[in-house]
């Protein structure tokens, strides 16, 4: 399952990791979210071990949010060794977060 990420523990699950990381930047009254929702969702078990996976509401944490410029949601962003290596704005198919994310892990 995507992990929830929040203004408090962002640092310790998304700048500190070791591994790959993507975050969703969602709400509850988005409904690209919530198309993309499940999908991430499949892609956190898919990558379980190899990636890490979250979710950042930014109606609850707007503090991260303002932090990388989140102005459109759904907005995807992979990070790796803490910093920005790529995103994704608006809702796509699963095939194109998994590519993202797997060239992270070449």
């Known amino acids: 399952m995507a992990l ?3 203004d408090a523990n ?4 998304v700048l500190k990791s070791d591994k ?3 975050v969703d930047f969602w709400a509850e009254w988005c409904g690209p979210c ?3 929702g499940p999908v991430v969702e ?3 078990k898919e990558y379980d071990g190899r990636a890490v996976v979250g979710k950042v509401n930014v ?3 707007p503090q991260i949010s303002m932090q990388f410029g989140i102005r459109n949601i759904p907005a995807l962003l992979y990070f ?3 910093q920005v ?8 198919p699963k095939s194109v977060l998994a590519e993202k994310l797997n060239k992270q892990l070449a």
Do not use: C, S, Y
């Open 59 to 61: 109606d609850n944490n």
């Open 34 to 36: 919530r198309m993309v």
């Open 4 to 6: 929830e990420i929040t």
């Open 20 to 22: 790959p990381v993507l």
């Open 42 to 44: 499949e892609i956190a």
């Open 85 to 92: 290596v790529d995103k994704q704005v608006g809702a796509v």
């Open 10 to 13: 962002f640092e310790e699950l």
């Open 80 to 82: 790796k060794d803490g």
